[in-house]
């Protein structure tokens, strides 16, 4: 596609479950970037790959939250025994080389009941 | 280091001027400017680079003092559209290759007829 995906758009999720999002990046963007968005707040940095190379997760709240690029292309943020202080917009941004601009996704709202 | 952005809001009538302010304690490569709209992905407003070099594609200006490692944004003659969040993001290296992109707090911008 022409965009950054992201799916699913929506996502309840009871207290404890388990929950994976998916980010389908722009073709050939080297970079992927994982951000935590609360309500009125600015995008918090989660985690940061180039190709499959998790090269900073410094950002991950917990180790709840474990995100993998495995083929360097498609993402996934998956985040274990889910906490209402997980809900939040998850935003998934793809970027070519440093000096050029990130697209983002429409991110996925979760929010954990 | 997140970038700091002020003022945390700022309410213009059609036609008047903002300057929206973006600064960091870390060196910087770049400095990106999204804006986001309610319930909406960020979108690129313009990259600034060190050397001076500006890229972008809408008629809002700014500036980069590398040495202060601070952005200023402009936004002249607003209109109803140029509404919304305002976030500053700085490319610096955080090390083993990686440059990471992260994004201040944001500016509430609100015009009004």
């Known amino acids: 596609g022409a965009g950054v995906s992201q799916s699913p758009r929506y996502k309840v999720a009871k207290r404890g479950q388990d929950v994976a999002l998916r980010c389908d990046p722009i073709?050939?963007?080297?970079?992927l970037f994982w951000y935590q968005q609360a309500l009125g707040q600015g995008p918090e940095f989660l985690t940061y790959?180039?190709?499959?190379?998790?090269?900073?997760k410094s950002g991950l709240p917990s180790d709840r939250f474990f995100a993998e690029r495995p083929e360097g292309s498609v993402s996934t943020l998956k985040i274990q025994r889910t906490q209402q202080e997980d809900s939040a917009v998850y935003l998934c941004a793809s970027k070519g080389p440093i000096y050029t601009e990130a697209f983002f996704g429409q991110g996925t709202r979760l929010t954990v009941v | 280091q997140q970038p700091v952005q002020s003022p945390q809001a700022v309410i213009l009538r059609e036609g008047e001027d903002a300057v929206i302010n973006c600064s960091s304690s870390k060196a910087l490569y770049s400095v990106h400017w999204y804006r986001q709209k309610h319930g909406e992905a960020p979108v690129f407003l313009m990259i600034?680079?060190?050397?001076?070099e500006q890229k972008g594609h809408e008629k809002i200006s700014a500036s980069f003092n590398e040495k202060k490692q601070q952005s200023s944004l402009y936004l002249t003659a607003s209109q109803l559209s140029y509404s919304g969040t305002y976030f500053c993001?700085?490319?610096?290296?955080?090390?083993?290759?990686?440059?990471?992109?992260?994004f201040g707090k944001g500016t509430k911008l609100s015009v009004i007829p």
């Open positions: 600034l680079l060190k050397g001076g």
């Open positions: 993001g700085t490319e610096g290296n955080s090390g083993a290759g990686s440059y990471q992109l992260t």
């Open positions: 073709s050939g963007h080297v970079s």
């Open positions: 790959f180039q190709n499959e190379a998790q090269l900073d």
